[in-house]
């Protein structure tokens, strides 16, 4: 490797640590990695659970109609959702979204990966590296709350009920009512796994930044 490539691998990576300051604090560097870790688990465990559950309670359906949004499918009484909301002229839930949820898995594998290699940088770039993973929760809320809002402000007018509707933003948190219609919707146990995981993101991040600065000042 020639001395050019070595300094640019070195500013991307960070100054290595010595093996005796290793030895000597071994806690303050494997604490970062442990936090890391976590996060990543609490990320990957996400993937299996659903990240938003609503209920929609209608004078017909007493017990309520429930929907489970994973990350990249719908289930529960979806389409009984739908016929009910075909009638206020609302597009099927199942339209919502499907790129993000093409996309979702694999995203989310990379979003671990990155934190994975957060870990062997020792600078600032980790960060950088880290940051889409606690950007996730906020992204997923964000863009769920653009597909409710245009679904619920794109009715189709030759609907039973269109005239009886007027255009609404359906709540992505919280309880809401459109007619004889009433919502509660609420994180899924997926969504509080992402919200954890990228808290424990910025922890690391933190302890990151402690145990490696004071090496990165020292090499100017």
Do not use: C
């Not at 709540?171 to 009512?177: F, S, V």
């Amino acid at each position: 490797m020639s001395a050019v490539a070595a300094r640019f691998l070195s500013s991307v990576l960070g100054p290595r640590v010595p093996e005796g300051e290793l030895v000597s604090h071994a806690g303050r560097y494997a604490a970062p990695n442990f936090v890391l870790l976590l996060a990543r688990v609490a990320l990957l465990a996400s993937l299996f659970l659903p990240y938003w559950r609503m209920t929609l309670r209608a004078p017909q359906y007493p017990q309520g109609l429930n929907v489970q949004a994973y990350l990249n499918r719908l289930e529960g009484d979806v389409a009984e959702i739908d016929q009910l909301n075909h009638y206020i002229g609302m597009r099927p839930l199942g339209e919502a979204a499907q790129f993000e949820r093409t996309l979702a898995i694999a995203a989310t594998i990379a979003l671990i990966l990155l934190i994975e290699g957060a870990i062997f940088i020792h600078n600032r770039w980790a960060a950088l590296l880290a940051l889409p993973a606690v950007l996730f929760p906020v992204f997923f809320l964000v863009d769920l709350h653009y597909w409710m809002s245009r679904f619920g402000h794109e009715l189709n007018p030759h609907a039973p009920l269109s005239t009886s509707i007027k255009p609404f933003t359906p709540p992505i948190l919280g309880t809401g009512k459109v007619g004889q219609f009433a919502t509660v919707a609420s994180a899924g146990p997926g969504l509080v796994l992402a919200t954890a995981a990228a808290l424990l993101v910025l922890v690391g991040l933190y302890l990151h930044r402690r145990a490696y600065k004071p090496l990165v000042d020292a090499r100017g």
